[in-house]
């Protein structure tokens, strides 16, 4: 058995089914052995939508994901993603070619020092010289990725590895770390604030479906009814019909999320690490409120707001710990009046399609299970705010680095890893055109992503910024010389339409969702129109600009 054979048998051995990549020199060695290995690879048409693939795969299975690239280029186009996976504590492993052990450090063709250039945006990075080293390397990877805090690794290989003969060897088996037992003291520290506080709000984010707790969570909320809220990467993990749930906080979020963050006098805070889109000014974020803090990562505590009780361990062994054991009822009266005040509202003047409402259409028509992947920009806040994910899982987006282009990708890894379920994508004008050649990958594979595509002819979210705090001077925001976009998707065999009108909405959707391939719905619409509310930058959560 060649290095090469043996990268195959460790995806195997980690029940990995599929891969996503692209070959080249310095990996053909492993491409050889993947061409009747039993391992599926998809062949994306970009190394960076290769990454984004397998992060849509590992967001939605909860899983460990894999994708391949060449040296040189080929590993500096997964960068992106590597930092996207990190950022948002994705379980991923990049495998990478590289040049012969004897050329590294010569300036050969293609080489690239891939540990140095990764070592900010992964959790770990390796580089094997050894044939004798790789099957451990390949087995801790895979164990490094999914531990604790889950990220990405990444596993550089030299050419030579991969054609040595591997002597015999067994993978080694990990035994799962055991899970920090919590500190009884801060365990009895944090019920005390419980029981003292009148104005509790749970707030959860993204670590919550990393510790496949949302069955905890919902639990927890069905015995200790309290006003909840999310982060972007926490949405989906409270039912959308709980009365007391106020939706999305920060900058775009909820005007009900923020003011009822804004009055609590405790936050019990779930797998979340107060981003500053979400807690604005960070001096003025909740002033009157004392915090619980669980998760699993320690640096998180005290980091950017201290924690009266911080509670480091399993959510799903931690949270049933705690118990509301006082009546609250103003309080949660109190919050869902602010729901009710602060609903959405979808009335809009003229004949223009209404993002918004075209969203929330698309969210009552969709499957239950139906998986949405965004892009970054305007329509992933519109989407954030209106489509209502029946689980974590269903809502891929990029948030941590905000990557244009990442929707695409995402929703074809995501289609590929449940493809019994629908996959639909919310992208931009901008965003779309970042990854648009894996508009091949769809065709080329059959994989039948709904994409919706919101065509302001604008980068969005810019202009906004730019007509709100630079005096609407739109420098280099203007995309008016955009392509016919259901004419690209036609070329690539994907079939698709146009809409510009309010009453075309409807039908519209109802065709794309029918549809049994990939499919292309462009919607146009107004140029001007912003995401409400808006936190502006440097403000309170308190001072929210809304639309008059």
């Not at 994306?44 to 994708?67: D, L």
């Not at 003025?284 to 004392?290: E, V």
């Not at 399993?314 to 729901?339: G, K, M, T, V």
Request: glycine letters at 8%; charged letters at 20%.
């Amino acid at each position: 058995m060649t290095g090469a054979q043996l990268v195959v048998a460790a995806l195997q051995q980690q029940g990995i089914k599929t891969v996503f990549g692209y070959p080249g020199g310095a990996i053909m060695p492993i491409y050889d052995a993947l061409y009747d290995g039993g391992v599926e690879h998809i062949l994306c048409r970009h190394e960076q939508g290769a990454a984004m693939a397998a992060i849509g795969m590992a967001r939605s299975t909860q899983s460990v994901a894999v994708c391949m690239a060449t040296s040189g280029p080929g590993a500096t186009n997964l960068v992106t993603g590597l930092a996207d996976a990190f950022l948002d504590s994705v379980p991923l492993v990049a495998i990478t070619g590289q040049v012969a052990s004897s050329h590294i450090g010569t300036d050969a063709f293609q080489e690239m020092d891939v540990i140095g250039m990764s070592l900010s945006c992964t959790k770990h990075s390796y580089l094997v010289t050894d044939i004798n080293e790789l099957a451990a390397t390949l087995a801790e990877a895979f164990e490094v990725a999914k531990t604790g805090r889950p990220g990405p690794v990444i596993v550089d290989i030299a050419k030579d590895v991969q054609l040595a003969q591997a002597p015999s060897f067994t993978f080694p088996v990990f035994t799962p770390p055991a899970m920090p037992e919590v500190c009884p003291e801060q365990l009895h520290a944090a019920q005390q604030l419980l029981s003292a506080s009148q104005r509790p709000v749970l707030y959860v984010g993204g670590g919550v479906q990393l510790a496949q707790a949302t069955a905890t969570v919902r639990e927890f909320l069905r015995l200790n009814p309290m006003p909840s809220v999310s982060t972007l990467k926490g949405l989906g993990t409270i039912e959308r019909h709980d009365p007391h749930y106020l939706g999305m906080l920060g900058m775009h979020g909820t005007k009900a999320a923020n003011l009822v963050v804004q009055e609590s006098d405790l936050l019990i805070v779930v797998g979340a690490r107060f981003d500053d889109r979400v807690t604005g000014k960070l001096d003025t974020f909740a002033p009157h409120a004392k915090v619980i803090h669980i998760d699993i990562d320690a640096a998180e505590f005290n980091k950017l707001r201290r924690a009266n009780a911080a509670l480091r361990g399993d959510i799903n062994r931690i949270l049933p710990q705690l118990e509301l054991n006082h009546d609250i009822s103003s309080w949660a009266d109190y919050s869902e009046n602010l729901r009710r005040d602060f609903t959405w509202r979808y009335d809009h003047p003229g004949e223009l399609i209404f993002a918004p409402l075209l969203l929330k259409q698309l969210s009552d028509m969709m499957p239950d299970s139906a998986m949405v992947s965004t892009d970054v920009g305007q329509h992933q806040m519109w989407a954030a705010q209106h489509i209502q994910p029946r689980a974590p899982q269903n809502f891929i987006t990029s948030a941590g680095l905000g990557t244009m282009g990442f929707g695409l990708p995402a929703a074809m890894g995501a289609a590929v890893a449940r493809p019994e379920h629908q996959s639909i994508l919310i992208s931009g004008d901008g965003s779309f055109m970042m990854n648009v050649q894996e508009l091949g990958t769809l065709k080329r594979r059959q994989i039948p992503v709904k994409m919706v595509l919101l065509d302001n002819q604008r980068l969005g979210m810019v202009r906004q910024w730019q007509s709100l705090f630079f005096d609407g001077r739109h420098s280099e925001t203007i995309l008016d010389d955009n392509p016919d976009f259901v004419m690209l998707a036609q070329a690539f065999g994907i079939p698709g339409k146009t809409i510009t009108k309010k009453e075309q909405v409807e039908p519209a959707l109802q065709e794309m969702l029918a549809s049994k391939t990939a499919y292309l719905l462009h919607v146009l619409i107004d140029e001007e129109e912003n995401v409400w509310p808006l936190v502006p930058p440097g403000a309170s959560n308190s001072d929210m600009l809304e639309n008059t």
